[in-house]
């Protein structure tokens, strides 16, 4: 039976009501399994053990239907729960060798729950830990009971040790061993008292040494079920953390000027300081807020949330604020969801690529090849969009192409701000009177919802298939862990992290918004009728992306 955390907004939470109903039903079942495996051992088993048993029993059949009920606990366990845990006492009273076996399936059961979600060593651990309590809990009860029950002093000792190299195990696999979550987190707190306690009820007085193993169980049984707390921020890697209210992205986390962006407009402010309001940017999905972090570590107050940030004292890309920072923020939120801490050291926008420099000669080939006499290029004041428009600017006077303002094409190869700013501007030029009859153009890194879906439809040199399978799962990993965030080249690349093979040959993409079907807003769609784009998994949200050159030499 789960009595553990459960989801809240995307992260776990903990209900408090639950918790404390397990740390009185396990404890309780593990004292009755422990008293139903040792009993065999005695000839008599003292009455006043066998009443505190048979309480324990009930307490925990209660609780277990009690679980059914209120906490949407699997009945056929809760069940087989209550009917193991009242049949030990009576099998204890009269019939031990069968009480003993009951008593078995009884621990495998508490084992499971204990352990539920567990999987592989932290599983093995768990079991180690409730079979070994469960053994010094009848043990025990057996030495209080009875004088001339076996002696506990080299057992106790065994037992003890036993669970503390378990706790020791689960403390260095938990990651919280070596850092100040182990004494600030309840989740902390308690694994520490789980490895500490069996210690101290081994070299206890026999009478007090119970208590100390109740307590080190109740410990276990609550680091089981509170979240694991979440990882310390790491100064120069941009957070991404989650209070409970939604995602959170705090880059570079550096000294200095920070971006941080939200799904949705919110407050933010560091520390006592100013309110700064979240608000969207061009380009970019969501709202962003520029704050000022101080060195060292600071709280982050986003609405009535509160996050933990740590700057350190080194500087971070200039790059990664102002209009570029959208753009460098989202790259490294691609690297994050793929589970690498890595520390932001430059921007998309400092250099251009080998890669994307041969993507933006072989666009101008395609323009050519396909008689377009001119071009209109777009760039920026940054390395990257300088050094683009240069490439653009080359290969057009190669190929024999103008540059002029009213050209036959518009290519774009400026950051996302620029881009949103040129790209609005086409659509109403080409709402008004025909324009770039050959067709707008964006650099690889400008393929993303927000920009592309501005205009009717554009086109990209691309080095992948947005419809591929591994473009698909980024999206989706993306859209998990920051709903509503739109796919980004820089992004995909960072998902798939340094090890991705080498880029195949450049092909034209084309990107439209497409609705087949069109509904009124109201209305809902019919099975297989739905919007393109609709739905995760799509690099271009309500709209879709196809190949239409072959890949060009």
Known sequence: MDHGSHPATGSAGLDLAALLVRLVLLPATAFVAGTGLIRPSVETLPRRLWQVTAALGVVSAVLAVVSAIAFDVNVVGAVVHAALVLAVPVLALLRPPIGRWIAVALLVLLILETALGRSGVEFAIDTVYVAGTAVWFGLSALSLARAEAPRLGPLSWTLGGVLTLAAALQLVLSGVAFDRRLYETLFGVALLAAFVLPIVASVLWRRVAIVGVAAAFLAWSAFVAVPKPADLPVPGVPLLADAGGGPVLVSPQRPGRNLVHLPEPGSVRVGDGPVVQAVARPGASGAWAEVDLPTGRSELTVGDRRVEVDAGHETGPVTASGVDGPECATTALGGLIAGRDDILASCPADALSEEDAEALRKLVGFLASRQ???????????????????????????????????????????????????????AAVQRERPAYPYGLYVAPWLLTGPLVNSVASSMAPLRFDPREQAAVSYAVALDNAFPGESPTVTGFQQWLGPEQPAPPRVQVYASAQVTAMPMNPEQPHAPGMDIAGEGPGHFIPQGTVVAISFPLG
């Not at 760039?379 to 600017?393: F, H, K, T």
């Open 372 to 426: 377009a006499d001119s071009v209109t290029i777009v760039g920026d004041s940054s390395p990257r969009g300088s050094a683009a428009a240069q490439v653009v600017r080359a290969a057009a006077t190669e190929n024999h192409l103008t540059v002029r303002p009213d050209a036959a094409a518009l290519v774009v190869v400026s950051g996302w701000a620029r881009a949103a700013s040129a790209l609005d501007g086409a």
